[in-house]
């Protein structure tokens, strides 16, 4: 069974720098695209940022410049960067990625921006 596991996320201050991490494992034959959204109290889930297999990016105009997003194929790992961090980036951050054909989503990690 494929599972998403993310991890990374915390409480920061305004200004301050966390890092995600998500996992895959299972029977994993190909990954495509891993990328990562989110989704603030009262509101719809939205990209963030996505990496295709052989390393192009894509941003949200929102988290450009600020974030970084990267992944390690070999250990089926995407990560996000987030430096500059701002109170309206407080949100569930969730992984998503194209495995074996399919879409497959982890649980989220929780991502508190507050002074």
């Known amino acids: 069974q494929v599972q998403l596991v993310e991890s990374g996320g915390g409480l920061v201050q305004p200004g301050g720098s966390l890092r995600l991490s998500c996992a895959a494992s299972?029977?994993?034959?190909?990954?495509?695209?891993m990328g990562w959204y989110r989704q603030a109290a009262g509101k719809q889930r939205e990209l963030v940022a996505t990496?295709?297999?052989?390393?192009?990016?894509n941003y949200a105009d929102s988290v450009k410049g600020r974030f970084t997003i990267s992944r390690d194929n070999a250990k089926k790992t995407v990560f996000l960067q987030m430096n500059s961090l701002k109170p309206e980036d407080t949100a569930v951050y969730y992984c998503?990625?194209?495995?074996?054909?399919?879409?497959?989503w982890g649980k989220g990690t929780l991502v508190t921006v507050s002074s």
């Open positions: 998503k990625a194209g495995i074996n054909g399919m879409n497959y």
């Open positions: 299972g029977s994993i034959f190909s990954i495509v695209s």
């Open positions: 990496v295709s297999p052989n390393g192009i990016t």
